[in-house]
T-cell receptor, first 117, second 115 residues
Framework: NAGVTQTPKFQVLKTGQSMTLQCAQD?????MYWYRQDPGMGLRLIYY???????DKGEVPNGYNVSRLNKREFSLRLESAAPSQTSVYFC????????????????FGPGTRLTVL | SQQGEEDPQALSIQEGENATMNCSYK?????LQWYRQNSGRGLVHLIL?????REKHSGRLRVTLDTSKKSSSLLITASRAADTASYFC???????????????FGKGTHLIIQP
């Protein structure tokens, strides 16, 4: 099992360029998440997908879009990158039990370091 | 906004000593989790404590939760150089609490174990 994988590992963009960050998990998890981590900060939730076919905004969704392509894959798109989006992006997944509160951990990918010039 | 605040922000101790980190949070939770992050890496789950639990152990880790004070502590006993990392608490309120389905993280405690 590879767990949660993310591509690319590093990316440098110019202001206004677009790109898509890819995330895939092989643990058959139904919930997937995108977070960003800025220096000296904890992770902040950008978007999440509780199950295949659904996506919802998190704490900091502005400037991003997401696609839950299938149960395994959840991508994050920056349509017009801005320097404020320079950050490390983490994808995570977990099993979400239907009808009950979440009592399980999330599994994180290794992150994508994005710099916007 | 950040849900939790860890205290201290940085901690440096000698190998073999115990390390204690504290976390405070603001809203009702279903559970609280602690994660470790080595420099330049992703987060690794350490331990989860449910809102109806007060204490939990896992190996050299001991976590306490006081929901009346909205606080938690993580104790690492007999520290090792390999424990050097950043430690984050994360609260899980769940969609039933009216929020997003995801974890809300504190800013972390950077722990350095001196050999």
């Amino acid at each position: 099992n590879a767990g949660v994988t993310q591509t690319p590992k590093f990316q440098v963009l110019k202001t206004g360029q677009s790109m898509t960050l890819q995330c895939a998990q092989d643990m058959n998890h139904n919930s997937m998440y995108w977070y960003r981590q800025d220096p000296g900060m904890g992770l902040r939730l950008i978007y999440y997908s509780a199950s295949e076919g659904t996506t919802d905004k998190g704490e900091v969704p502005n400037g991003y879009n997401v696609s839950r392509l299938n149960k395994r894959e959840f991508s994050l798109r920056l349509e017009s990158a801005a320097p404020s989006q320079t950050s490390v992006y983490f994808c995570a997944s977990r099993v979400r039990l239907a009808g009950g509160p979440p009592y399980n951990e999330q599994f994180f990918g290794p992150g994508t370091r994005l710099t916007v010039l | 906004s950040q849900q939790g605040e860890e205290d201290p922000q940085a901690l440096s101790i000698q190998e073999g000593e115990n390390a204690t980190m504290n976390c405070s949070y603001k809203t009702s939770i279903n559970n609280l989790q602690w994660y470790r992050q080595n420099s330049g890496r992703g987060l690794v789950h350490l331990i989860l404590i449910r809102s109806n639990e007060r204490e939990k152990h896992s190996g050299r880790l001991r976590v306490t939760l006081d929901t009346s004070k909205k606080s938690s502590s993580l104790l690492i006993t007999a520290s090792r150089a390999a424990d050097t990392a950043s430690y984050f608490c994360a609260t899980d309120a769940g969609v039933s609490g009216g929020g997003a389905d995801g974890l809300t993280f504190g800013k972390g405690t950077h722990l350095i174990i001196q050999p």
